[in-house]
């Protein structure tokens, strides 16, 4: 039976903890700037031409194309830069709030995907309990509101680089998919058009990869935000009521797979996993009631969610537009 060198199983706890601490994080951003960007390049590609941001669907597999015109990877970087800023700027909002209440947690992991933003958002992991209803609120509210300020920022530069659209589009310019409207576009329309009367609505606009990676953001808030298990709104309602948390338990879920059939059929897998037990909230104590101040943050919560849901986000995408 081999002896173990002890001192090299004492330098192994720490270059682990290293790894998972700072090593992981960081590969994830890496793989995820890659990801981005490639996406982010196609969109550029298709603006630059006078075309909508997705036309077929090789637009949301841009490597065949990227490696005949690899040189064309750079034009990716709007898109990446701003809808990176956002992910991490609502996971490092969890991140130092978590922090401020003694809460031990990852930094953010930025989660590569073939998806139509080339990630699958970001997330922080808890490795603590939350001590009470106030840290929870806390860590609940602060991701959302700050990474909601963000993408207001983005999408206020987006419509300022985006220019209005050719009437009408061609019918081999017609989009694949299209991207639902919500209250927060309409304002930040309306506040820019006040100053640059020129600046077209989102429905009009050609829209410039920076305008949709804002709109990704808000897309992001609004289901970060759904009050259910421990997405960022189950730890809100928790926070202020655990009973009201427990009583929509099932009820959110049913109401999700119907807005599928309706509106978009993404809302079936969101009811589906809010029925996933890992899903549920773990208790938190109660015995602390909230301020005042996290009432009002509770409120904000939810004015930015009826600022940013929108039922359809990709219109004609519901079971029933399927399989009539």
Known sequence: MAETNPLVHNVRIPITSCWREYGLPA???????????????????????????????????????????????????????????????????????????????????????????????????????????????????????????????????????????????????????????????????????????????????????VLVAGWVGLFITSLNLIPGGQLDGGHILYAISPRLHRGLRFILPIALILAGIFFWIGWVLWGLLLFIPAMRHPRVPTDEPLDRKRILLSAAALCVLALTFSAAPFPGTSILHYIR
């Open 27 to 209: 590969v994830l951003l890496a793989v995820s700037v890659v990801t981005t960007t490639a996406i982010g390049a196609r969109f550029m590609q298709n603006f630059l031409d006078g075309l909508p941001t997705v036309v077929n669907e090789g637009d949301l597999w841009p490597w065949p194309w990227l490696i005949e015109h690899p040189s064309r990877f750079l034009l990716g970087w709007p898109f990446s830069s701003a809808l990176l800023a956002i992910l991490l700027a609502h996971e490092f909002g969890h991140y130092f709030a978590c922090r401020a209440h003694g809460i031990r947690a990852t930094l953010p992991w930025v989660l590569p995907a073939p998806t139509l933003s080339g990630t699958a958002g970001a997330v922080i992991q808890i490795r603590s309990r939350i001590p009470n209803r106030r840290a929870l609120m806390d860590v609940g509210v602060s991701g959302p509101l700050i990474g909601y300020c963000a993408s207001l920022v983005v999408i206020a530069i987006g419509f300022l680089l985006s220019r209005t659209a050719p009437m009408p589009p061609s019918a081999q310019a017609a989009p694949i998919i299209g991207f639902g409207n919500s209250l927060t576009l309409n304002v930040v329309h309306s506040a820019l058009a006040r100053f640059y009367p020129a600046t077209p609505s989102f429905e009009l606009a050609l829209r410039h990869p």
